[in-house]
Structure formats: structure tokens, C-alpha cells
């Protein structure tokens, strides 16, 4: 699988990476078999970009994905994971995490300072059993930003320059204040979540062009919009950016969906090539939860678009004029 450089950091991700949100049971419980299933069958498939975070699972993800690449040669992946959150241990009592099917062992404290930063590394470290982290990032940060950009950012810069880590950014659906920190830092890459997709295009407002100019690199996160392009066709009750999608995003999506089953396409396909034609993306990162659906992904990801899906799409107001078609 072809791999792209994070801005001038010398640290390369696959274009398509591993997300590991639903490893830490998001929504729903993912068992330890499932998970180690899935991880295999993505290393199997080629991906060699594996993303996770202290807040999946209240570190169940971070687990799971640093236990499973324990075995793989460590020159052979990258790593990334973040900051922002540390956990705390609790008395689950009977109950579950928040967002997440598994027991509430811990309970998560936002810190954006030095202290923080350094503190969620180290457990990070040790939960993963990792080395080094490869991609740190500065994680939801939308509440926080003012925080995260005095205090999370020098602190990631430090481990940067120290050669703790290879590279650093943030992870936020905001392009706007991402953008900002693309500005007004020296980051590597972001990643964006959901606002670089066939239904979004707004981060061509601010963070692309910001990202193109300055020579950071993203990382498109949420590509199916929390499901409704996830699939040939929207089931009923698809989400759109985690809540049931409106009529007009259903009308637009099987609009789309019609043009690419004209070419032979499927909508999938087109939702998880369409961000790598911004010369800015270095990559996608797709959360997975089973082999099988890792393998979809996989046959999917590697079948290619035809050319007229994208022109069609334009031609039909379906795609923003300042959008990159590739050649």
C-alpha cells in the first residue's frame, strides 16, 4: 500500500490507516478475539497506519492495538495516539463507560498542560507497550483550544525536538481552529474528522488551502460521515455526523451513489478515495471493528475510482468547484 510523509517530519503513513475507536467497544462491545481479528486482517491487507487514543475505551483501544503490534517488527508501523484527556482509575460499580461498552475503571479529566501531556505519554507507553510513540496528537480540543495551543502544543513540541515522538498535530472536527494552529505552529499534520468528505467539503475554506501553504499534512478521519456513505446504499436510520440523517442529506447521498453505480462504482469507494485527491491528505483513517468489515473496507479502498464518477459529480453540483479531481 503506498505510503505519504507527514509534512517534513520523516514519519510515513498507508494511505489508508486504522482507527481505533470501535476497538474500544464504541457503541457497541467489541470482544478480544474480534478485535485481534480485525488488526490481523488489516496488517494482512497491507495498512500499516494505526491511530487509537487514551479516550477509546478508556485505554482498552490503546490496549488492544499496542498488544497486537508488540508481535509485528516495530520499524514496520506507525503509531499515533493522543493527548488531552488522562484517565483516572474509579470503582466502575456495575457500570459502563460513557459512549464506550466497557466497565467505567476509569474516569477521564481533561488536561491540556505540561504536566498532562507528559503524564498521558507515559501511560500511553505503558498501556500500548509501545517504545515510542510515532504521531502524537492534541485530541478534541474544540472546548479546550485555548489551552491546548499555550500549553498542549509547547509540550508536544518539546517531545518532538527531545525525539520522543516523531511527529505532532491535533485531531478535531473544527477546521477553523485547526487552521489556526496550522498558522500559527509548527505542527506536521491534523486530522480532521468529517469535515473532508463527499457531503463536506468545508474544510476548502480555511484548512486545506492553510495545510497546502505551510506544508502540513492531513490525515482525513470520518470519511463516511458517521455511516451514511458507508454503504452502497443508506440503510434506513443512517447516521449522519452521529444523528439520524435528514431527508435532504439521504436525497443528496443517493444522488451521489447514483452517479457512481453509473460508472461501475460504489459509494464506499468514492468515499474513501475522494479526500486523497487534496494533494494536502496523506492519508484516511477508517475506524474498524471486525475482520470482515476490515476486509470490505480493504477491497474497497483498493478498487479505484473511475475518472467520470468525479467529473459527473461536479458536473451535477454534487462536489465543490475548488475541490482537487487528480489528474
Known amino acids: 500500500m503506498k505510503t505519504n510523509p507527514l509534512g517534513r517530519s520523516g514519519v510515513e503513513v498507508t494511505e489508508l490507516g486504522f482507527g481505533g475507536g470501535p476497538l474500544g467497544g464504541l457503541f457497541t462491545p467489541v470482544?478480544?478475539?474480534?478485535?485481534?481479528?480485525?488488526?490481523?486482517?488489516?496488517?494482512?491487507?497491507?495498512?500499516?497506519?494505526?491511530?487509537?487514543?487514551?479516550?477509546?475505551?478508556?485505554?482498552?483501544?490503546?490496549?488492544?492495538?499496542?498488544?497486537?503490534?508488540?508481535?509485528?517488527?516495530?520499524?514496520?508501523?506507525?503509531?499515533?495516539?493522543?493527548?488531552?484527556?488522562?484517565?483516572?482509575?474509579?470503582?466502575?460499580?456495575?457500570?459502563?463507560?460513557?459512549?464506550?461498552?466497557?466497565?467505567?475503571?476509569?474516569?477521564?479529566?481533561?488536561?491540556?498542560?505540561?504536566?498532562?501531556?507528559?503524564?498521558?505519554?507515559?501511560?500511553?507507553?505503558?498501556?500500548?507497550?509501545?517504545?515510542?510513540?510515532?504521531?502524537?496528537?492534541?485530541?478534541?480540543?474544540?472546548?479546550?483550544?485555548?489551552?491546548?495551543?499555550?500549553?498542549?502544543?509547547?509540550?508536544?513540541?518539546?517531545?518532538?525536538?527531545?525525539?520522543?515522538?516523531g511527529a505532532i498535530g491535533a485531531g478535531m472536527y473544527h477546521s477553523g481552529m485547526l487552521t489556526r494552529l496550522v498558522r500559527e505552529t509548527d505542527v506536521d499534520a491534523v486530522m480532521l474528522s468529517g469535515r473532508y468528505t463527499l457531503l463536506d467539503h468545508r474544510a476548502l475554506d480555511d484548512l486545506l488551502p492553510a495545510c497546502a501553504e505551510r506544508g502540513v499534512s492531513v490525515l482525513a478521519a470520518s470519511v463516511f460521515n458517521s455511516g451514511v456513505l458507508a454503504s452502497p446504499r443508506p440503510a434506513p436510520g443512517a447516521h449522519f455526523d452521529y444523528a439520524p440523517a435528514s431527508p435532504e442529506v439521504l436525497d443528496r447521498v443517493a444522488r451521489i451513489a447514483g452517479v457512481c453505480e453509473a460508472h461501475g462504482a460504489s459509494l464506499p469507494q468514492a468515499a474513501m478515495a475522494f479526500p486523497l485527491l487534496h494533494p494536502a491528505v496523506a492519508g484516511i483513517v477508517v475506524g474498524m471493528r471486525s475482520a470482515e468489515e476490515v476486509r470490505r473496507n480493504l477491497e474497497a479502498f483498493g478498487a479505484g475510482v473511475p475518472a467520470g464518477v468525479w467529473s459527473d459529480l461536479r458536473a451535477e453540483g454534487l462536489i465543490d468547484e475548488r475541490a482537487p479531481l487528480g489528474a
Not at 74 to 103: H, I, N, Y
Not at 123 to 143: C, K, M, N, P, Q
Request: aromatic share 8%; charged share 30%; hydrophobic share 35%.
Open 31 to 165: 470482544s478480544e478475539e474480534d478485535a485481534a481479528a480485525a488488526l490481523a486482517a488489516a496488517w494482512d491487507g497491507g495498512v500499516r497506519y494505526f491511530d487509537t487514543s487514551p479516550h477509546y475505551g478508556i485505554g482498552v483501544s490503546e490496549r488492544r492495538t499496542g498488544g497486537f503490534l508488540a508481535r509485528r517488527p516495530r520499524a514496520g508501523f506507525t503509531l499515533s495516539t493522543k493527548v488531552g484527556r488522562v484517565l483516572e482509575p474509579q470503582d466502575p460499580a456495575g457500570r459502563s463507560d460513557e459512549g464506550f461498552a466497557v466497565p467505567a475503571t476509569h474516569r477521564r479529566v481533561w488536561d491540556f498542560s505540561r504536566d498532562g501531556v507528559l503524564r498521558s505519554v507515559e501511560d500511553s507507553l505503558e498501556r500500548t507497550g509501545a517504545d515510542r510513540i510515532d504521531v502524537l496528537y492534541l485530541h478534541d480540543a474544540e472546548e479546550h483550544f485555548e489551552d491546548a495551543l499555550r500549553e498542549g502544543y509547547p509540550a508536544l513540541a518539546e517531545l518532538r525536538a527531545q525525539g520522543a515522538v
